[in-house]
């Protein structure tokens, strides 16, 4: 009998939580598993043996039901780095007493980018001790910009929230007879994966987002400013999305003082708008889709709450079955009709490193999607939950705050 | 027979196109109407005489579902204010002679305050003139700032995707184990009944929104600080939902500068959100629901629909009756069960006037709402309708573009 551990890292999505429900599930079934912990703050609980019993928290499958359609991370979260062991191993001494104290054979630990560097750097730090602990990936982040991977957990049902609101924004924005533009500043600080996706609209006919910009091609005002004027002449209403991270010329986002002299930032969308209405002079409104496009599991996508179940469940079998150091990743067998099937890959082979959006998805001009691309990102986005209901409102699973902190 | 026209003004909302609905499918009921007429860009349509024949466009019962799920105006709108008929009449006989020309015995006009100032001006020519037209208006907006009405159509369901949201984003800003402060900016310019509904989430045992501001509570820098110190010692994560309309010392909202020089606004969040910065210090985001809050029929309230749907059919009979100047109102006879029956008012009480939260619902302090105030918010945010899809994407009903302009 030994007992695991799971734990949640990094910024949250509509998906993660349904990766933990994964893992939960996978792990009772088998009789060789005793207690699930959970980390609070991710790796920060297992470093300050901060460990709630999960088994005594999730009783029904109703409350997995629940927790599935739960944004953001259950257990908490954390941004935190881990040295190089070679040159700092206190902390993963703290990391290796808790685990032993609490008899902990497997370590799943649910995260993006930086997490992987955690899955790697554990592994092989046990592996070079001879300690028999097995450390497990589960990759999400709605960036989609995780390597090796189709795509991350996360991501669908934040392309189908964007991809439902701008089709929402563009109703909104066409009621006047005067001409408008309308710009939509969606998540990607290197990656434009999540913007590129609005452009699934394309398949529903709508001419909107007339203009999609990403990190990934050039970007001059000048340019856009062309643009703009060239949709003008087509649409009453043109609607633009834009990548956060896209290069401006001087960086844009490096803090604008208010009228009471307070510094903020400037996104890229404000700085937009100010071209416009400084340029062209027309109406013109600047919307960002904030946190609400990683947590609106109101309008999650049922594919990707499935798959993020499942890429949990198949981490608890990779670690029974031996592995270490792995990260679980989907790879599509088939676009139609769609097909995934769920792999383990070398976490030194994803960690730190970004998959970008492939040039041969940006069109020519470097301001929209081409419709081949439509075929990647339409399945992930497909299917509803049916949602559990409270007053009129999604109701969340809650564990209670005094157990977290 | 006669013909009639319907139209519609003001903002977008989730309900507009289902009090169209409402107009469209009780004017099928009755013989003594033919054509149905939709006038594009709301009553300057009228003057330009440039109408739609609704018929040879909603065809079955699957698109006036459509329709009714399909946000914003499916006709356009406009922000027209027709001026004195005793000092300016040209664009009076305009409208007449549209009216006359196309044989339409009553005008049904969906929309705000102005567009019942439109609905008091017109009923009023005509009877000068003795013109038998009878006006009719159908209120919409999600601001719910209507007198005499219990509510308005289109608010419920910006209200529910307004506590839907505020309650992700609570869960999205308690992932980290260090304190931080939320600001939501919810629309409302004068009044603060969108942002008051959103403490329905104390119902469903939420501790947040932990401070609402509202434009009709007295606000001050120094107060809203000391709340939020005092919130911050009690919740790691302090959600403040503010109205767009609050009062600030020097008018935050007259425009900022960026580094490109462009001027552009500064909302209510971000200048809220430079306070905490500056003064406390600590992790501090803010977030502007925008045209979202308006226009995301993905999570409409079947309340609201079905009701907006029942307005605008009451409205038809109310003009077959013989009434015109008329504004049709809610009146609510009973919370529990809710209970709703539609009646009229007369359109020169409720032009250009505005309803305010009462003082009752806006607690001591003046930054929070009452219990109390529940019972009327929560009824308003019930039930969901059936969504159609169309590749994982909320499906709207089009009117082609070229018929509308």
Known sequence: MMNIAVAQSGGPT????????????????NPTIDAIFGSVNGIEGIIGNHLVDLKSMILTNDD????????????????????????????????ANTLKQRNIG???????????????????????????IKVIGIPKTIDN??????????????????????REITRDSTVYSIPSVTIVEIMGRHAGWLTASSAVLHAMGETAPHLVYVPEAEFSPESF???VRQEMSKHKAVIVAV???????????????????????????????????????CKVRSIELNVMQRCSSHLCSKTDIDESEAIGAAGVRCALAGETGKVMVFRRAADVPYTIVIETADSADIAN????????????????I????????LPLIQGELNLVMEHGVPKHFAIHESLLK
């Open 145 to 166: 910009d995780l390597c090796i991977t189709d795509h991350t957990p996360g991501f669908g049902s934040a392309a189908k929230y964007v991809a439902a609101t701008m």
């Open 243 to 281: 990548s956060e991270g896209i290069e401006v010329p001087e960086g844009v986002q490096s803090g604008c003082v208010d009228n009471f002299g307070h510094k903020y930032l400037s996104g890229i969308g404000k700085y937009l708008e100010g071209l416009v209405r400084g340029e062209i002079g």
């Open 106 to 132: 497997a370590f799943f630990y649910i995260g993006g980018n930086d997490s992987m560097d955690t899955v790697n750097k554990l592994s092989e730090y046990f592996r070079s001790i001879e300690l028999d």
């Open 370 to 377: 081409r419709d081949h691309a439509l075929s990647y990102f």
């Open 64 to 95: 997995m039901e629940l927790l599935r359609q739960t944004p953001s991370t259950v257990l908490g979260s954390c941004r935190y780095k881990l040295p190089d062991h070679h040159s700092d191993e206190t902390v993963y001494k703290k990391i």
């Open 353 to 368: 490193l970004e998959k970008f959006l492939p040039e041969k998805y940006i069109n020519a001009a470097g301001n929209n």
């Open 14 to 29: 509509c998906a993660i939580n349904a990766s933990l429900v994964g893992v939960f599930r996978e792990a009772l079934k």
């Open 225 to 227: 400013l062309r643009d």
